[in-house]
C-alpha cells in the first residue's frame, strides 16, 4: 500500500488526502494550525457569512420603498440595531460545523491526521513538530498543499499584529467607525461592500488606476459606480506613503497628499508563498513568493513530490485549489488525471456580483484568437426589470471562425450561480450556435445569458 502524506488541511489538502485515502493509499495529513485552512477559518466562509449579514441588513432597509411613509422611522431605528457579535457567533457557528465536517470526512475515509508542524530531510522523509516533540515520518509520496499568508510591503510591515488582515479580521471585537480598507483587489471590495452595508464608514484605496485591476475595465466601473452610490470613499491610483499611529487610530498619507484619519485598516494588498520551514531546498527544489515550480496541469513538482493550492502559483481560490488537489493525488496514484486553470470561475461577492470563466476578449487576442463579443444587459431581463436588480450584463467570448466559446464574464445578480452554465459550455467546447438551442426558463436571470448570444 502506498504511504502518501499531504502536507496542509485546507482546500487543496484535505480533498487531496480523501482523494488518494479512496484510490487505495495509507494517507497521513499534517496540519500545523486548523483544518480547513484560511478559506473555512478565515476566509471565503466568514466573509459569505459577513456579506450575507450585511446584505439582509440592506435588504431590510430598502423594504421602506415598499411601505408607508411612518416606516422610514423604523428603517431609521433598524439601522442602529446591528449586534456584531451575533453576527461574529453566526459565523463561527457556520465555520465550526463545516469543519467538523472535514473531520468526520477524513476519519471514515481513514486518512490520519497529525496536528504538526513539517520539513523535508530528504525526498522520503518529514520531520514532524510537535509539542511533545519530533519525530520522523516516512512516506512514498508526498503532496504539498501549505497555502499562502498575508503580504505586508512597507509602511505597513512595521504595523503586523496592530492592523487587520483576512486571517484575523473577522476577530474584531467590535465594528470600527472608520475603517481603511488597502487594495482595491476581490477581498478589499467584497470587505469594501460587507463593512458599508453594517453601517461602517469605508475608505477603499488603490494604487492601480481602477478597482480590481485584474478584471476587465468594464467590470471595474459597475463596481466603481454601486461603491460611490453607497457612500464608499474609493482612492485609485494612488500609494500609501505613511501610515502613523495615533490616539484615536491611524493617520494615513497618500502620495497625492491627502490624510485619512481611521479607527482601523485592512491590509487587503494580497498573499504570497513562504516555505522557508518547510525546508523544500534540501529536495532540490526552488521557491519564491508565487510558490513552487509545477507542471500546470499534472501538479507534479519532481518525481512523486506533487503540489496543490496556492503554493502552485496558479489561482489563489479554494476551488481551484480543490481540484488540483484531486488531480495531484489521482496523478500520485498512478491515475491520470489534469487541471485545466483556464476553466477555473472566479467570484467576486459585491452588490452586484461578479463572475468569470476562460478568456476576456483582450486575453484571447493575445492568444491570437480573433473573436466576437456579445452581450446582453440586466436592464432588458424581465426578472431584472421585477426585482430592481438591472446593474450589470454578460458578456460572451467567441471564436470568430469557429463560434467555439471561450468565455464569459457575469455581472450583475445571481452572477456567482449563473457562470456555472459558461462553465460547462466551456468544459463541453460548445458553440455559440449549440448553446443557442438551450431553453431557458422565464422570467430568470439566466435568460440573459442566452439573449448575450442572440447580438
Known amino acids: 500500500m502506498k504511504q502518501i502524506v499531504v502536507i496542509g488541511g485546507g482546500p487543496a489538502g484535505y480533498p487531496a488526502a480523501l482523494k488518494a485515502a479512496g484510490l487505495g493509499a495509507q494517507v497521513t495529513l499534517v496540519e500545523k494550525n486548523k483544518l480547513g485552512g484560511v478559506c473555512l477559518n478565515c476566509g471565503c466562509i466568514p ?136 487594495g482595491g483587489g476581490v477581498i478589499g471590495c467584497e470587505m469594501a461592500h460587507a463593512m458599508r452595508g453594517l453601517g461602517v464608514e469605508v475608505h477603499l484605496i488603490e494604487m492601480q488606476p481602477r478597482l480590481l485591476p485584474q478584471e ?52 487587503a494588498i494580497g498573499r504570497r ?65 489534469r487541471y485545466h486553470n483556464e476553466r477555473v470561475p472566479r467570484v467576486i461577492y459585491t452588490t452586484p456580483e461578479v463572475a468569470s470563466v476562460g478568456f476576456s476578449p483582450s486575453q484571447a487576442q493575445v492568444q491570437g484568437i480573433e473573436v466576437t463579443v456579445h452581450k446582453s444587459f440586466f436592464l432588458a431581463n424581465g426578472r431584472a426589470v421585477a426585482q430592481d436588480q438591472t446593474e450589470g450584463y454578460v458578456e460572451w467570448v467567441s471564436d470568430t471562425s469557429s463560434g467555439k466559446l471561450l468565455g464569459a464574464t457575469v455581472v450583475g445578480p445571481q452572477a456567482a450561480e449563473l457562470i456555472h452554465i459558461a462553465a460547462v459550455a466551456l468544459a463541453g467546447e460548445m458553440t455559440v450556435a449549440q448553446l443557442r438551442e438551450v431553453i431557458f426558463a422565464h422570467p430568470t436571470f439566466s435568460e440573459s445569458v442566452i439573449e448575450a448570444l442572440n447580438r
Request: with cysteine; aromatic share 8%.
Open 47 to 182: 466573509s459569505k457569512s459577513f456579506l450575507d449579514a450585511a446584505h439582509r441588513f440592506q435588504t431590510a432597509l430598502s423594504v421602506v420603498d415598499l411601505c408607508r411613509p411612518e416606516a422610514a422611522t423604523v428603517a431609521d431605528n433598524l439601522a442602529n440595531l446591528c449586534d456584531f457579535q451575533k453576527i461574529k457567533n453566526r459565523q463561527q457557528a457556520a465555520t465550526q460545523k463545516l469543519k467538523q465536517g472535514i473531520a468526520f470526512l477524513l476519519k471514515k475515509a481513514q486518512v490520519h491526521v497529525v496536528e504538526a508542524e513539517a520539513s523535508f530531510i530528504d525526498e522520503h522523509t518529514l520531520a514532524l513538530r510537535t509539542a511533545q516533540g519530533t519525530q520522523n515520518l516516512s512516506f512514498d509520496g508526498v503532496i504539498i498543499a501549505t497555502g499562502s499568508e498575508a503580504f505586508y510591503p512597507a509602511p505597513f510591515d512595521i504595523l503586523r499584529g496592530q492592523i487587520y488582515d483576512n486571517t484575523n479580521f473577522f476577530d474584531m471585537p467590535a465594528l470600527p467607525t472608520r475603517l481603511a480598507i488597502v
Open 216 to 267: 476587465q475595465p468594464g467590470v471595474s466601473r459597475v463596481i466603481n459606480q454601486t461603491f460611490v452610490k453607497q457612500g464608499i470613499h474609493i482612492y485609485t491610483g494612488v500609494r500609501t506613503e505613511a501610515v502613523r499611529k495615533t490616539e484615536t487610530g491611524f493617520e494615513i498619507t497618500l502620495s497625492d497628499g491627502r490624510t485619512l484619519q481611521v479607527q482601523t485598516i485592512l491590509a
Open 273 to 337: 508563498v513562504d516555505l522557508a520551514s518547510l525546508h523544500v531546498e534540501r529536495l532540490g527544489l526552488e521557491w519564491d513568493a508565487k510558490g513552487l515550480r509545477v507542471n500546470p496541469a499534472t501538479l507534479q513538482v519532481k518525481d512523486s513530490i506533487y503540489a496543490a493550492g496556492d503554493v502552485t502559483g496558479q489561482w489563489q481560490l479554494a476551488h481551484a485549489a480543490t481540484r488540483q488537489g484531486e488531480v495531484a493525488a489521482s496523478n500520485l496514484c498512478g491515475v491520470p488525471a
